[in-house]
């Protein structure tokens, strides 16, 4: 079937509960096969900060929420060492099913297409907008790619706010699944503090 993209799945009335339900059904790219199950956004409607992850890991998957897995509880903890208040933030994920490939009993995570990327883009625009909030914070290349275009590297535009509209910001920063992963755990998390740190303190 190949990437028709989700725009024909959005549901006439917009809201986040409208949204959360129609998504439900998408089918937008062939990721939906595989997966257990779509993993809507949540949180405040009207948060203040917006996170944008990659796309769903093994336990969200199986639980249908994001952010609940190892990558989840490191955000938490930095969110609240950087005075986020976790209840006050919209988490979210650039692509909404897991893709993965199978090895024995594992399912081991697999980066998204460019072309998966841009079928799931409908459902994270709607957010965007319905959401609106003050300070998007981007987690990782697919997010920084969908929102922040093709060109735009992490590595070298980390922690910098980049205006999205009056009064309204993009940090862009690793991923948290990329500290678990990190040869220094301490020094990659230190860093990723600095950045939510920065996008704290955005007036």
């Given at each position: 079937?190949?990437?028709?993209?989700?725009?024909?799945?959005?549901?006439?009335?917009?809201?986040?509960?409208?949204?959360?339900?129609?998504?439900?059904?998408?089918?937008?790219?062939?990721?939906?096969?595989?997966?257990?199950?779509?993993?809507f956004g949540e949180g405040v409607p009207d948060a203040r900060f917006m996170l944008v992850g990659e796309q769903p890991g093994d336990q969200e998957d199986r639980e249908g929420a994001p952010f609940?897995?190892?990558?989840?509880?490191?955000?938490?903890?930095?969110?609240?060492?950087?005075?986020?208040?976790?209840?006050?933030?919209?988490?979210?994920?650039?692509?909404?099913?897991?893709?993965?490939?199978?090895?024995?009993?594992?399912?081991?995570?697999?980066?998204?297409?460019?072309?998966?990327?841009?079928?799931?883009?409908?459902?994270?625009?709607?957010?965007?907008?319905?959401?609106?909030?003050?300070?998007?914070?981007?987690?990782?290349?697919?997010?920084?790619?969908?929102?922040?275009?093709?060109?735009?590297?992490?590595?070298?535009?980390?922690?910098?706010?980049?205006?999205?509209?009056?009064?309204?910001?993009?940090?862009?920063?690793?991923?948290?699944?990329?500290?678990?992963?990190?040869?220094?755990?301490?020094?990659?998390?230190?860093?990723?503090?600095?950045?939510?740190?920065?996008?704290?303190?955005?007036?």
């Amino acid at each position: 079937m190949g990437n028709i993209g989700a725009q024909r799945f959005l549901p006439e009335e917009i809201s986040l509960p409208a949204l959360r339900e129609a998504a439900r059904h998408c089918e937008g790219c062939d990721l939906h096969r595989a997966a257990t199950q779509t993993v809507f956004g949540e949180g405040v409607p009207d948060a203040r900060f917006m996170l944008v992850g990659e796309q769903p890991g093994d336990q969200e998957d199986r639980e249908g929420a994001p952010f609940v897995g190892p990558a989840g509880r490191m955000l938490d903890k930095a969110l609240e060492e950087a005075g986020i208040e976790r209840e006050a933030v919209y988490v979210t994920n650039a692509v909404k099913h897991f893709k993965y490939e199978p090895r024995g009993k594992r399912r081991i995570h697999q980066k998204p297409t460019v072309g998966e990327i841009d079928a799931c883009r409908p459902w994270l625009d709607a957010e965007m907008r319905l959401v609106d909030p003050e300070v998007t914070v981007v987690l990782g290349a697919t997010a920084a790619r969908a929102l922040l275009g093709p060109d735009f590297r992490v590595t070298r535009h980390r922690g910098q706010p980049v205006p999205r509209r009056e009064g309204a910001y993009y940090v862009a920063t690793i991923h948290p699944s990329a500290i678990l992963r990190a040869p220094d755990r301490d020094e990659a998390y230190s860093g990723f503090l600095a950045d939510l740190t920065v996008a704290a303190g955005l007036p």
